[in-house]
């Protein structure tokens, strides 16, 4: 049963930060894109960041120098850390595997989503 797991999730203040994980689980993911993306209500759920199997990262240009994205092979795991967060950033967050860079597209395994909340 292949699995992804969101964690990390929370409330935060204006220009705080939180560090998200996705731990997978089922197999392997060395050599699958993984991605984080996010779904505020009332919106369509939109790319935030990717990371290539070789490590090469995009993202979105909301986020681009305040998120990071980064992988632990080893632990096949994914992070997010996410710095000077915005109430903009309010969103469940999802994080998935086997997408596809350019364009950023998400691909078949998800997780359940963490939710973020940031308040001013």
């Known amino acids: 049963q292949v699995q992804l797991v969101e964690s990390g999730g929370g409330s935060v203040q204006a220009g705080g930060s939180l560090r998200l994980s996705c731990a997978a689980s089922g197999r392997t993911f060395r050599r699958d894109v993984m991605g984080w993306f996010r779904q505020a209500p009332g919106k369509e759920r939109e790319f935030v960041a990717i990371?290539?199997?070789?490590?090469?990262?995009y993202y979105a240009d909301a986020v681009k120098g305040r998120f990071t994205i980064s992988r632990d092979n080893a632990k096949n795991t994914v992070y997010l850390q996410m710095n000077s967060l915005r109430t903009d950033d309010t969103a469940g967050y999802y994080c998935n595997a086997g997408g596809w860079v350019n364009p950023p597209t998400p691909g078949a395994y998800w997780g359940q989503g963490t939710q973020v909340t940031v308040s001013s």
């Open positions: 990371i290539s199997w070789g490590g090469n990262t």
